[in-house]
């Protein structure tokens, strides 16, 4: 397995500022995900980050809101753009370590907005 | 796409009973099929998983099975005890070689001691 880890753990933000997130994996992983889960939900994907490529955004996520970089094998950023309360969830990312389809999770980022 | 439905949504066993989740699909090109359990305030932890070539597959008190004729699985969980208490997601993907997991919506299993 591997040590994933998040900042911030949480945080409250004034809507219309942005939140960037960040995921730090111990080990060189290629491919990275982002989630976002709403309290008592399921996990809905927002972008896979591939280092070395544009991000992939699932359908209803776009580029300008949720903006991600991924500079290196072991570390990407999701910026949570313009928020509105809406925006409140859980936003944890996700690793797939052996490139096996198994995936592994950070521990999350709460986010409030009010 | 894929699509995965999960049943029940709340579970609630007394401690030593046997618990089962069940989960279909729908795309017949998956192969493989995770099972994350989350307890509250905590990251989704992957606790077992099964490939499209084998039919089940146990680890200790827990299990889960295949049946990719039919499309579904299901997880099992022997001798519950207070600590398995949490949320279940299943999950499907591979379909066309894809690495993105389309999850279940969740089952609340609640174990009374």
């Known amino acids: 397995s591997a040590v994933i880890s998040q900042k911030p753990s949480r945080d409250i933000c004034q809507r219309g500022t942005s939140l960037t997130i960040q995921c730090q994996v111990d080990s060189q992983v290629t491919m990275m995900f982002w989630y976002r889960q709403q309290p008592g939900q399921s996990l809905t994907l927002i972008a896979t980050?591939?280092?070395?490529?544009?991000?992939?955004?699932e359908s209803g996520f776009v580029i300008d809101k949720f903006p991600i970089s991924r500079p290196n094998l072991t570390f990407s950023t999701l910026t949570v753009s313009n928020m509105s309360p809406e925006d409140s969830s859980i936003y944890l990312c996700?690793?797939?370590?052996?490139?096996?389809?198994?995936?592994?999770f950070g521990p999350g980022t709460r986010l409030t907005v009010t | 796409g894929e699509n995965v439905e999960q049943h029940p949504s709340t579970l609630s066993v007394q401690e030593g009973d046997s618990a089962v989740i069940k989960c279909t699909y729908s795309?017949?090109?998956?192969?493989?099929f995770p099972w994350y359990k989350q307890e509250l305030g905590k990251r989704p932890q992957l606790i077992i998983d099964?490939?499209?070539?084998?039919g089940e597959k146990k680890d200790q008190r827990i299990a889960v099975t295949l049946n990719k004729t039919a499309k579904h699985f299901s997880l099992h969980i022997t001798e519950t005890q207070p600590e398995d208490s949490a949320v279940y997601f299943c999950?499907?993907?591979?379909?066309?070689?894809?690495?993105?997991?389309?999850f279940g919506r969740g089952t609340s299993l609640i174990v009374h001691p």
């Open positions: 999950a499907a993907n591979g379909g066309g070689g894809s690495y993105i997991p389309t």
């Open positions: 980050a591939n280092q070395g490529s544009e991000a992939t955004y």
């Open positions: 795309d017949s090109a998956s192969n493989y």
């Open positions: 996700s690793v797939d370590l052996t490139g096996t389809y198994e995936q592994y």
């Open positions: 099964i490939r499209s070539n084998v």
